[in-house]
């Protein structure tokens, strides 16, 4: 069982910045994907980026492409989200979660297995 607590999410105004934090439970090389997913009120939840641990391989949506970066810092257990520009869209609680090695869709979040309660992140215009 793999525990992740999302930190790092608060209140800024747009063009700020936010660093999200994911701490796992367990050694997160082991967890072939980590990613960040997104849910607004009243919208589904949308995956934001996603990293392949073992290789690094990124993944983004277009609308945070440029602006997000997802990484992950395996001594700590922890993967990250740095958010820049950051824009009233991104407002919305974000979760990180982490799945197995046979995910095909790193950003559709269905394969995913394990989540974090999610952290609020709220820009303001």
């Known amino acids: 069982q793999v525990q992740l607590v999302e930190s790092g999410g608060g209140s800024v105004q747009a063009g700020g910045s936010l660093r999200l934090s994911c701490a796992a439970s367990?050694?997160?090389?082991?967890?072939?994907?980590m990613g960040w997913f997104r849910q607004a009120p009243g919208k589904e939840r949308e995956g934001v980026a996603a990293?392949?641990?073992?290789?690094?391989?990124?993944y983004y949506i277009n609308s945070v492409q440029g602006r997000f970066t997802i990484s992950q810092d395996n001594a700590k257990n922890t993967a990250y989200l740095q958010m820049n520009s950051l824009k009233p869209e991104d407002t919305a609680m974000y979760y990180c979660?982490?799945?197995?090695?046979?995910?095909?869709?790193?950003?559709?979040?269905?394969?995913?297995?394990?989540w974090g309660q999610g952290t609020q992140v709220t820009v303001s215009s």
């Open positions: 367990t050694d997160i090389g082991s967890s072939a994907y």
């Open positions: 990293i392949r641990t073992g290789t690094g391989i990124t």
């Open positions: 979660a982490a799945g197995p090695l046979w995910i095909q869709y790193p950003l559709a979040g269905g394969e995913y297995k394990y």
